[in-house]
Protein backbone atom coordinates (compact mmCIF):
# COMPACT_ATOMS: atom_id res chain seq x y z
CA UNK A 1 0.00 0.00 0.00
CA UNK A 2 1.28 3.22 -1.19
CA UNK A 3 0.83 5.43 1.84
CA UNK A 4 2.02 8.72 0.16
CA UNK A 5 -0.83 8.24 -2.11
CA UNK A 6 -3.11 7.28 1.04
CA UNK A 7 -1.77 10.50 2.90
CA UNK A 8 -2.40 12.74 0.00
CA UNK A 9 -5.92 11.11 -0.51
CA UNK A 10 -6.30 12.64 2.86
CA UNK A 11 -4.76 16.15 2.32
CA UNK A 12 -7.76 16.43 -0.63
CA UNK A 13 -10.36 15.62 1.59
CA UNK A 14 -10.16 17.45 4.93
CA UNK A 15 -6.52 19.55 4.31
CA UNK A 16 -3.39 19.98 5.20
CA UNK A 17 -2.24 19.70 8.92
CA UNK A 18 -0.99 16.40 10.84
CA UNK A 19 -1.72 13.23 10.07
CA UNK A 20 -1.58 9.94 12.16
CA UNK A 21 -0.97 6.13 10.58
CA UNK A 22 -2.76 3.24 11.89
CA UNK A 23 -2.96 -0.33 10.71
CA UNK A 24 -5.01 -3.17 11.71
CA UNK A 25 -4.66 -6.97 9.92
CA UNK A 26 -7.24 -9.24 9.18
CA UNK A 27 -6.53 -12.75 10.67
CA UNK A 28 -6.67 -16.40 9.86
CA UNK A 29 -7.61 -19.42 12.33
CA UNK A 30 -4.50 -21.63 12.44
CA UNK A 31 -7.16 -24.34 13.75
CA UNK A 32 -10.00 -24.32 16.64
CA UNK A 33 -13.01 -23.92 14.33
CA UNK A 34 -16.45 -22.42 16.07
CA UNK A 35 -14.56 -22.85 19.91
CA UNK A 36 -14.89 -19.28 20.66
CA UNK A 37 -18.17 -18.99 22.02
CA UNK A 38 -17.91 -22.96 23.53
CA UNK A 39 -15.39 -21.34 25.96
CA UNK A 40 -12.29 -23.56 24.25
CA UNK A 41 -9.06 -22.71 23.04
CA UNK A 42 -8.57 -21.13 19.22
CA UNK A 43 -5.24 -20.78 17.77
CA UNK A 44 -5.14 -18.07 15.25
CA UNK A 45 -2.59 -15.38 14.04
CA UNK A 46 -2.70 -11.60 12.24
CA UNK A 47 -2.06 -11.23 8.09
CA UNK A 48 0.41 -9.42 6.71
CA UNK A 49 -2.64 -7.39 5.23
CA UNK A 50 -5.30 -5.43 6.78
CA UNK A 51 -7.09 -1.98 7.17
CA UNK A 52 -4.97 1.74 6.90
CA UNK A 53 -6.75 4.31 9.10
CA UNK A 54 -5.08 7.80 8.43
CA UNK A 55 -6.46 10.38 10.97
CA UNK A 56 -6.44 14.05 12.66
CA UNK A 57 -8.42 14.98 15.85
CA UNK A 58 -11.30 17.94 15.44
CA UNK A 59 -11.75 20.72 18.24
CA UNK A 60 -15.62 19.69 17.76
CA UNK A 61 -17.26 16.43 18.50
CA UNK A 62 -18.07 15.18 14.79
CA UNK A 63 -16.03 12.51 12.91
CA UNK A 64 -15.94 12.23 9.60
CA UNK A 65 -15.00 8.36 8.16
CA UNK A 66 -14.36 8.26 4.13
CA UNK A 67 -13.29 4.85 2.33
CA UNK A 68 -10.83 4.45 0.08
CA UNK A 69 -12.75 1.33 -0.82
CA UNK A 70 -16.11 2.40 -0.90
CA UNK A 71 -17.92 6.00 -1.98
CA UNK A 72 -20.07 6.15 0.58
CA UNK A 73 -19.05 8.89 3.06
CA UNK A 74 -20.26 9.18 6.45
CA UNK A 75 -20.72 12.11 9.21
CA UNK A 76 -21.49 11.49 12.85
CA UNK A 77 -21.77 13.36 16.14
CA UNK A 78 -20.40 11.76 18.93
CA UNK A 79 -22.91 12.20 21.27
CA UNK A 80 -25.79 10.69 18.76
CA UNK A 81 -24.46 7.56 17.54
CA UNK A 82 -26.77 5.12 16.54
CA UNK A 83 -26.16 2.23 13.85
CA UNK A 84 -28.13 3.47 10.23
CA UNK A 85 -28.09 0.09 7.84
CA UNK A 86 -26.76 2.59 4.77
CA UNK A 87 -23.91 3.81 7.20
CA UNK A 88 -22.76 -0.04 5.67
CA UNK A 89 -18.84 0.06 7.03
CA UNK A 90 -19.07 3.22 8.99
CA UNK A 91 -21.48 1.57 11.53
CA UNK A 92 -18.42 -0.51 12.67
CA UNK A 93 -16.56 2.22 13.45
CA UNK A 94 -19.37 4.15 14.77
CA UNK A 95 -20.43 1.18 17.57
CA UNK A 96 -16.81 1.24 18.78
CA UNK A 97 -16.67 5.09 19.53
CA UNK A 98 -19.85 4.56 20.85
CA UNK A 99 -19.19 1.61 23.15
CA UNK A 100 -15.53 3.07 24.37
CA UNK A 101 -17.09 6.36 25.16
CA UNK A 102 -20.15 4.55 27.57
CA UNK A 103 -17.16 2.57 29.32
CA UNK A 104 -15.73 5.99 29.96
CA UNK A 105 -13.35 6.19 27.85
CA UNK A 106 -12.34 9.58 25.93
CA UNK A 107 -13.33 10.09 22.33
CA UNK A 108 -13.23 12.84 20.42
CA UNK A 109 -14.14 14.60 17.74
CA UNK A 110 -12.00 12.96 14.34
CA UNK A 111 -11.65 13.37 10.77
CA UNK A 112 -10.82 9.72 9.29
CA UNK A 113 -9.48 7.88 6.14
CA UNK A 114 -9.64 4.04 5.80
CA UNK A 115 -7.93 1.80 3.09
CA UNK A 116 -8.16 -1.83 3.28
CA UNK A 117 -7.21 -4.61 1.14
CA UNK A 118 -9.06 -7.63 3.00
CA UNK A 119 -11.32 -9.18 0.50
CA UNK A 120 -14.68 -8.47 1.45
CA UNK A 121 -16.65 -11.42 2.64
CA UNK A 122 -14.01 -13.62 2.12
CA UNK A 123 -13.65 -14.83 6.02
CA UNK A 124 -10.70 -12.83 6.94
CA UNK A 125 -12.04 -10.60 9.47
CA UNK A 126 -12.55 -7.01 7.32
CA UNK A 127 -14.88 -5.77 9.90
CA UNK A 128 -13.32 -6.89 12.66
CA UNK A 129 -9.91 -5.02 11.32
CA UNK A 130 -11.62 -1.76 11.19
CA UNK A 131 -13.08 -2.09 14.66
CA UNK A 132 -9.78 -2.70 16.22
CA UNK A 133 -8.60 -0.58 14.14
CA UNK A 134 -10.73 2.09 15.73
CA UNK A 135 -10.06 1.04 18.88
CA UNK A 136 -6.72 1.35 19.21
CA UNK A 137 -6.94 5.01 17.42
CA UNK A 138 -9.41 5.87 20.43
CA UNK A 139 -6.51 4.84 22.48
CA UNK A 140 -3.63 6.43 21.30
CA UNK A 141 -5.67 9.85 20.19
CA UNK A 142 -7.66 10.16 23.42
CA UNK A 143 -6.53 8.01 26.14
CA UNK A 144 -2.71 8.04 25.63
CA UNK A 145 -2.42 4.18 24.97
CA UNK A 146 -3.62 3.53 28.44
CA UNK A 147 -6.21 1.05 28.04
CA UNK A 148 -5.77 -3.10 28.62
CA UNK A 149 -5.01 -4.52 25.09
CA UNK A 150 -7.31 -7.27 26.18
CA UNK A 151 -10.09 -5.03 27.61
CA UNK A 152 -9.87 -3.34 24.08
CA UNK A 153 -10.52 -6.13 22.03
CA UNK A 154 -13.14 -7.02 23.93
CA UNK A 155 -14.78 -3.82 23.67
CA UNK A 156 -14.60 -4.26 19.98
CA UNK A 157 -16.37 -7.08 19.89
CA UNK A 158 -18.71 -5.59 21.89
CA UNK A 159 -19.32 -3.25 19.20
CA UNK A 160 -19.87 -6.14 17.09
CA UNK A 161 -22.51 -8.08 19.03
CA UNK A 162 -24.61 -4.98 20.35
CA UNK A 163 -24.14 -2.40 17.90
CA UNK A 164 -24.02 -4.07 14.12
CA UNK A 165 -26.10 -7.39 15.79
CA UNK A 166 -23.95 -10.21 15.13
CA UNK A 167 -23.02 -12.33 17.66
CA UNK A 168 -19.66 -13.79 16.99
CA UNK A 169 -16.86 -14.88 19.17
CA UNK A 170 -14.03 -13.21 20.97
CA UNK A 171 -11.45 -14.90 18.05
CA UNK A 172 -11.31 -12.32 15.70
CA UNK A 173 -10.67 -9.04 17.31
CA UNK A 174 -8.62 -10.88 19.72
CA UNK A 175 -6.05 -12.02 16.96
CA UNK A 176 -6.26 -8.80 15.41
CA UNK A 177 -5.47 -6.96 18.72
CA UNK A 178 -3.03 -9.08 20.46
CA UNK A 179 -1.43 -10.35 17.11
CA UNK A 180 2.56 -10.80 16.75
CA UNK A 181 4.76 -11.22 13.82
CA UNK A 182 5.77 -15.00 12.95
CA UNK A 183 3.23 -16.06 15.98
CA UNK A 184 0.18 -18.04 16.10
CA UNK A 185 -1.84 -17.38 19.40
CA UNK A 186 -3.27 -19.96 21.34
CA UNK A 187 -6.03 -18.49 23.38
CA UNK A 188 -8.00 -19.34 26.16
CA UNK A 189 -11.35 -18.17 25.32
CA UNK A 190 -13.13 -18.93 28.64
CA UNK A 191 -9.98 -17.45 30.68
CA UNK A 192 -8.43 -15.22 27.73
CA UNK A 193 -5.09 -16.40 28.66
CA UNK A 194 -2.94 -16.51 26.01
CA UNK A 195 0.29 -17.43 24.66
CA UNK A 196 2.52 -17.36 21.50
CA UNK A 197 3.96 -20.11 19.59
CA UNK A 198 6.82 -19.35 17.32
CA UNK A 199 5.24 -20.45 13.47
CA UNK A 200 7.95 -22.10 12.04
CA UNK A 201 6.59 -24.20 8.96
CA UNK A 202 10.52 -25.41 7.57
CA UNK A 203 10.31 -25.72 3.69
CA UNK A 204 6.30 -25.05 4.01
CA UNK A 205 4.74 -21.96 3.36
CA UNK A 206 0.55 -21.21 4.11
CA UNK A 207 -1.08 -20.78 1.76
CA UNK A 208 -5.02 -18.82 1.66
CA UNK A 209 -7.26 -19.96 -0.91
CA UNK A 210 -10.39 -17.45 -1.18
CA UNK A 211 -13.42 -19.92 -2.81
CA UNK A 212 -14.89 -16.41 -3.70
CA UNK A 213 -17.57 -17.91 -2.46
CA UNK A 214 -19.35 -15.02 -0.35
CA UNK A 215 -20.37 -15.62 3.23
CA UNK A 216 -24.47 -14.69 2.65
CA UNK A 217 -26.51 -16.17 4.58
CA UNK A 218 -24.22 -17.91 6.96
CA UNK A 219 -25.03 -15.66 9.96
CA UNK A 220 -28.67 -17.37 10.31
CA UNK A 221 -26.65 -20.76 10.48
CA UNK A 222 -23.92 -19.56 12.99
CA UNK A 223 -26.69 -18.42 15.20
CA UNK A 224 -28.05 -21.90 14.69
CA UNK A 225 -24.99 -23.88 15.38
CA UNK A 226 -24.55 -21.63 18.31
CA UNK A 227 -27.97 -22.71 19.60
CA UNK A 228 -27.61 -26.28 19.07
CA UNK A 229 -24.54 -25.60 20.98
CA UNK A 230 -26.30 -24.43 24.17
CA UNK A 231 -28.70 -26.72 23.22
CA UNK A 232 -26.14 -29.53 24.32
CA UNK A 233 -24.85 -27.75 26.99
CA UNK A 234 -28.12 -27.34 28.44
CA UNK A 235 -28.18 -31.11 28.37
CA UNK A 236 -24.91 -32.02 29.98
CA UNK A 237 -25.84 -29.43 32.63
CA UNK A 238 -28.17 -31.40 34.35
CA UNK A 239 -25.33 -34.26 35.11
CA UNK A 240 -22.23 -32.46 35.60
CA UNK A 241 -21.46 -29.00 36.80
CA UNK A 242 -20.03 -26.86 33.68
CA UNK A 243 -19.85 -23.85 32.21
CA UNK A 244 -19.57 -24.49 29.14
CA UNK A 245 -18.64 -27.51 26.72
CA UNK A 246 -14.92 -26.92 26.58
CA UNK A 247 -14.97 -27.72 30.02
CA UNK A 248 -15.25 -31.65 28.54
CA UNK A 249 -12.83 -33.65 27.11
CA UNK A 250 -12.90 -37.02 25.18
CA UNK A 251 -14.14 -39.16 27.93
CA UNK A 252 -16.94 -37.33 28.90
CA UNK A 253 -18.43 -37.15 25.75
CA UNK A 254 -18.20 -40.73 25.09
CA UNK A 255 -20.11 -41.14 28.71
CA UNK A 256 -22.51 -38.49 27.44
CA UNK A 257 -23.25 -39.08 24.31
CA UNK A 258 -26.06 -41.48 24.35
CA UNK A 259 -28.30 -38.69 26.44
CA UNK A 260 -28.49 -36.62 23.00
CA UNK A 261 -31.39 -37.42 21.26
CA UNK A 262 -31.16 -35.16 18.94
CA UNK A 263 -28.47 -36.28 15.75
CA UNK A 264 -27.08 -32.90 15.08
CA UNK A 265 -26.74 -31.63 18.83
CA UNK A 266 -24.50 -34.67 19.33
CA UNK A 267 -22.75 -34.32 16.35
CA UNK A 268 -21.87 -30.28 17.12
CA UNK A 269 -21.18 -31.18 20.51
CA UNK A 270 -18.65 -33.87 19.16
CA UNK A 271 -17.27 -31.51 16.89
CA UNK A 272 -16.50 -28.94 19.58
CA UNK A 273 -14.84 -31.05 21.88
CA UNK A 274 -12.47 -33.50 19.66
CA UNK A 275 -11.90 -30.06 17.86
CA UNK A 276 -10.97 -28.54 21.22
CA UNK A 277 -8.20 -31.05 22.04
CA UNK A 278 -6.95 -31.12 18.50
CA UNK A 279 -6.34 -27.21 19.19
CA UNK A 280 -3.58 -28.00 22.35
CA UNK A 281 -2.56 -30.71 20.30
CA UNK A 282 -1.53 -29.24 17.36
CA UNK A 283 0.01 -26.40 19.09
CA UNK A 284 2.27 -28.48 20.92
CA UNK A 285 3.11 -30.08 17.71
CA UNK A 286 4.57 -26.87 16.37
CA UNK A 287 6.57 -25.87 19.36
CA UNK A 288 8.32 -28.86 18.05
CA UNK A 289 8.46 -28.50 14.63
CA UNK A 290 6.35 -31.71 13.68
CA UNK A 291 4.86 -29.28 10.90
CA UNK A 292 3.70 -32.75 8.93
CA UNK A 293 1.74 -33.54 11.91
CA UNK A 294 0.40 -30.29 12.35
CA UNK A 295 -0.42 -31.06 8.93
CA UNK A 296 -2.99 -33.74 10.01
CA UNK A 297 -4.88 -31.91 12.34
CA UNK A 298 -5.78 -29.51 10.10
CA UNK A 299 -7.20 -32.18 7.86
CA UNK A 300 -9.19 -33.96 10.73
CA UNK A 301 -10.50 -30.03 11.65
CA UNK A 302 -11.85 -29.83 8.24
CA UNK A 303 -13.69 -33.02 7.95
CA UNK A 304 -14.85 -32.53 11.61
CA UNK A 305 -16.49 -29.33 10.30
CA UNK A 306 -17.70 -31.04 6.99
CA UNK A 307 -19.29 -33.75 8.66
CA UNK A 308 -20.25 -33.30 12.16
CA UNK A 309 -20.59 -29.13 12.33
CA UNK A 310 -21.73 -29.10 8.80
CA UNK A 311 -20.36 -25.81 7.91
CA UNK A 312 -18.24 -26.21 4.80
CA UNK A 313 -20.23 -26.15 1.58
CA UNK A 314 -19.87 -27.74 -2.09
CA UNK A 315 -16.64 -24.54 -2.42
CA UNK A 316 -14.94 -25.23 0.70
CA UNK A 317 -15.00 -29.17 0.79
CA UNK A 318 -14.19 -28.92 -3.15
CA UNK A 319 -10.86 -26.12 -2.56
CA UNK A 320 -9.37 -28.50 0.38
CA UNK A 321 -10.19 -31.85 -1.84
CA UNK A 322 -8.39 -30.50 -4.52
CA UNK A 323 -5.24 -28.76 -2.12
CA UNK A 324 -5.03 -32.47 -0.39
CA UNK A 325 -4.31 -34.06 -4.10
CA UNK A 326 -1.55 -31.89 -4.60
CA UNK A 327 2.16 -33.23 -4.06
CA UNK A 328 3.56 -31.30 -1.50
CA UNK A 329 0.46 -29.82 0.12
CA UNK A 330 0.29 -31.94 3.63
CA UNK A 331 -2.88 -30.11 4.82
CA UNK A 332 -5.30 -27.76 4.57
CA UNK A 333 -8.83 -26.84 6.15
CA UNK A 334 -11.35 -24.15 6.17
CA UNK A 335 -11.08 -21.28 8.02
CA UNK A 336 -13.52 -18.71 9.55
CA UNK A 337 -16.84 -19.21 9.92
CA UNK A 338 -17.21 -21.44 7.13
CA UNK A 339 -19.81 -21.98 4.51
CA UNK A 340 -17.34 -20.09 1.95
CA UNK A 341 -14.60 -17.61 2.29
CA UNK A 342 -11.22 -18.96 2.63
CA UNK A 343 -9.15 -22.06 3.29
CA UNK A 344 -5.91 -22.35 4.69
CA UNK A 345 -3.17 -24.71 3.09
CA UNK A 346 0.42 -26.01 4.02
CA UNK A 347 2.21 -26.34 1.36
CA UNK A 348 6.03 -27.25 0.18
CA UNK A 349 7.66 -24.10 -0.52
CA UNK A 350 8.96 -25.23 -4.08
CA UNK A 351 5.23 -26.38 -5.06
CA UNK A 352 3.36 -23.62 -4.68
CA UNK A 353 2.63 -22.23 -7.64
CA UNK A 354 2.13 -25.62 -9.28
CA UNK A 355 0.19 -26.38 -6.40
CA UNK A 356 -1.82 -23.15 -7.25
CA UNK A 357 -2.08 -23.65 -10.99
CA UNK A 358 -3.60 -26.68 -10.29
CA UNK A 359 -6.29 -25.62 -7.54
CA UNK A 360 -6.94 -22.82 -9.66
CA UNK A 361 -7.62 -24.88 -12.87
CA UNK A 362 -9.41 -27.52 -11.61
CA UNK A 363 -11.50 -25.55 -9.07
CA UNK A 364 -12.77 -23.23 -11.84
CA UNK A 365 -13.99 -26.20 -14.07
CA UNK A 366 -15.91 -27.84 -11.26
CA UNK A 367 -17.48 -24.88 -9.59
CA UNK A 368 -17.68 -22.25 -12.08
CA UNK A 369 -15.79 -19.46 -10.65
CA UNK A 370 -11.92 -18.64 -10.20
CA UNK A 371 -10.30 -18.78 -6.68
CA UNK A 372 -7.95 -16.69 -5.50
CA UNK A 373 -4.73 -17.15 -3.10
CA UNK A 374 -3.24 -15.14 -0.88
CA UNK A 375 0.41 -15.75 0.26
CA UNK A 376 0.71 -14.06 3.39
CA UNK A 377 3.17 -13.92 6.41
CA UNK A 378 1.81 -13.64 9.98
CA UNK A 379 1.67 -9.83 10.93
CA UNK A 380 1.52 -7.48 13.98
CA UNK A 381 -1.64 -6.70 15.71
CA UNK A 382 -3.11 -3.62 14.96
CA UNK A 383 -1.07 -0.26 15.76
CA UNK A 384 0.40 2.93 15.17
CA UNK A 385 2.97 2.82 11.83
C1 LIG B 1 -16.41 -16.20 12.88
C2 LIG B 1 -16.64 -15.51 14.22
C3 LIG B 1 -15.63 -16.00 15.25
C4 LIG B 1 -15.61 -17.53 15.33
C5 LIG B 1 -15.49 -18.14 13.92
C6 LIG B 1 -15.64 -19.64 13.93
O1 LIG B 1 -15.18 -15.83 12.34
O2 LIG B 1 -16.53 -14.11 14.07
O3 LIG B 1 -15.92 -15.43 16.50
O4 LIG B 1 -16.74 -18.02 16.00
O5 LIG B 1 -16.47 -17.61 13.04
O6 LIG B 1 -14.55 -20.24 14.55
Request: charged letters at 30%; one cysteine or more; aromatic letters at 10%.
Amino acid sequence: MNLDYLKDGFIKLYGDGEIRIFHSPGRVNLIGEHIDYNGGYVFPCALDFGTYGLVRKRKDRKINLCSMNFPKRVQVDIDNIVYEAEDDWGNYIKGVIKIFGEEGYNVGGMDILISGNIPNGAGLSSSASVEVLAGVIIDELFNNGNIDKVELVKLCQRAENEFVGVNCGIMDQFAIGIGRKNKGILLDCYTLKYQYAYIELRDFTLVIMNTNKRRALSESKYNERRMECEEGLKIIKNIKNVENLCQLDIEDYNNFKDLFFNENVKKRVEHVIYENHRVKKAFELINEGKVEEFGELLIESHMSLKNLYEVTGKELDTIVDLALKCEGCIGARMTGAGFGGCAIAIVKQYRVAEFIEYVKEHYSKKIGCEPSFYLSGIGEGAKEC
